[in-house]
Nanobody, 123 residues
Framework: QVQLVESGGGLVQAGGSLRLSCAAS????????RGWFRQAPGKEREVVAA????????YYADSVKGRFTISRDNAKNTVYLQMNSLNPEDTAVYCC????????????????WGQGTQVTVSS
């Protein structure tokens, strides 16, 4: 069966860094757009970053631009999210996802989702 499993979340102080990983199994996601989403309590789920099939084009939400970096290693079937200069506002459950759509797909066009990993940033 297809599985996406996130890791790397945890508790970090404001200004610190975390690196999230999302390992896939059950199929190869080389030809899928990959994305990271997050949802904080009381808020809608939002896209944080996305990366195209080749890894050469990326998208970032304005709130994380310049602080977060998405990357992928197709040989390892894994996508990463490097998060620097973390703020308490970044506290959320972070989920990775994969889409057969090209470009910057909306949330509804992502086909596979992980269960999420908690990121908590203390002040």
């Amino acid at each position: 069966q297809v599985q996406l499993v996130e890791s790397g979340g945890g508790l970090v102080q404001a200004g610190g860094s975390l690196r999230l990983s999302c390992a896939a199994s059950g199929r190869t996601f080389t030809y899928y757009t990959r994305g990271w989403f997050r949802q904080a309590p009381g808020k809608e789920r939002e896209v944080v970053a996305a990366i195209n099939r080749s890894g050469l084009r990326t998208y970032y939400a304005d709130s994380v631009k310049g602080r977060f970096t998405i990357s992928r290693d197709n040989a390892k079937n894994t996508v990463y999210l490097q998060m620097n200069s973390l703020n308490p506002e970044d506290t959320a459950v972070y989920c990775c996802a994969a889409s057969q759509s090209s470009g910057s797909p909306p949330e509804t066009e992502y086909d596979y989702w992980g269960q999420g990993t908690q990121v908590t940033v203390s002040s």
